[in-house]
């Protein structure tokens, strides 16, 4: 485990933007409850909570990655429109302390939904 520092930053606050994910126009998740994620040079990333992202098109995979920063990562496809989006969504269950805000928080990878965030 690695805690963040001038290094390797992380900054966890909250996105004062309603945030709205969607696949092949589909409401996924849609939030007034979002955390931006800022990490090092990575571009920001946009932590959804559970309960406003509709669990029924999510399907849990056997993927699992680990960041030294925030611990292991579990992940989720989307199942939508007679669509599979594997492994589209990441999540840390028990992320490491100083990570303990995205617990219960889903991010996706902007390269496979749309995210718009809305003021």
Known sequence: MKLPGPDHPITITANPKRVRVSAGGVVIAD???ALTLKEA???AVQ???RKDANMALL???DR???CPYKGDASYFSIVADG???ENSIWTYETPFPAMTEITGYLAFYPDQVTIEQVA
């Open 59 to 61: 399907a849990r995979t």
């Open 31 to 33: 939030t007034t409850d």
């Open 64 to 66: 699992v990655t680990h």
């Open 83 to 85: 669509k599979t989006i």
């Open 47 to 49: 932590y959804v909570p």
């Open 41 to 43: 040079t990575y571009p």
